[in-house]
């Protein structure tokens, strides 16, 4: 992934703690693009069962990441990251116009276009970025919150995970429900007061503090509410799949 650093120490206590939980074997075998040896995968899979339900003890869905007033922006130092060969750039003359389609266990699917966006509810944040290599970054999304979209399309009471799926080859992520609907996971269209450019993530990107970085998808085409998870790109690579912060 991409290099870059700007420290976070609040959050060295808390890792700390889901090390002791068991997550430091985890991570040590899943940090690379593999499943890892056969007779390593039950204590992998024991391990994340353990970290992912200390880990969502520790969630508080009012709980906030929190920058210092006037801290430095990672600006154009914030790394890019797609898994496609080249960047991904959604194409209208062969696409046509982008939209964001909202499905799955909604009452009424939407279709998005980038303007609808960004007439519902705006949401401006800055707040860090943590990446599974250990370096975090600092930057202001705007965008619209997920639980808004939720709202906007009625969904019912089966959904319990959320599939955010991209135009970046095959790359998508799946959360927990509790987690989308976390009032910093946003639809950000824009980053530090400009709309995203193609290395972020345009037109459109998934961005939460309360996740790390490979589970925020980029280059989103939609988001699919459902009743059962159904993993993702780097979870399905040996990633951790709750993937918290």
Request: aromatic share 12%.
């Amino acid at each position: 992934m991409a290099h870059g650093s700007i420290d976070r120490p609040s959050l060295i206590d808390r890792r700390k703690f889901l090390a002791l939980a068991g997550t430091g074997a985890a991570a040590a075998l899943v940090g690379c693009d593999s499943y890892g040896p056969r007779r390593f995968q039950s204590a992998i899979s024991t391990a994340e069962r353990g970290n992912e339900r200390v880990e969502r003890l520790l969630f508080r869905h009012r709980s906030e990441d929190r920058i210092p007033g006037g801290a430095r922006l990672a600006g154009d130092a914030f790394p890019q990251y797609f898994v496609s060969d080249t960047v991904p750039m959604w194409d209208e003359a062969t696409r046509g116009v982008w939209h964001l389609e909202v499905s799955g266990a909604v009452r009424r699917p939407l279709s998005l276009s980038l303007d609808d966006l960004q007439k519902m509810p705006r949401i401006a944040q800055s707040v860090d970025h943590y990446c599974v290599e250990g370096w975090s970054a600092r930057a202001q999304w705007i965008g619209v919150r997920v639980s808004e979209l939720a709202r906007a399309a009625g969904v019912t009471n089966d959904a319990q995970y959320v599939d955010f799926q991209s135009f970046d080859s095959d790359y998508h992520e799946s959360w927990d429900m509790d987690s989308a609907m976390h009032h910093q996971t946003l639809v950000a269209y824009a980053m530090d007061g400009r709309y995203l450019g193609a290395g972020h993530g345009a037109p459109a990107r998934l961005h939460s503090p309360v996740k790390l970085g490979y589970k925020n998808t980029k280059y989103l085409t939609s988001v699919v509410f459902m009743p059962a998870r159904n993993g993702g790109y780097w979870s399905d690579r040996g990633y951790e799949w709750y993937g918290g912060t």
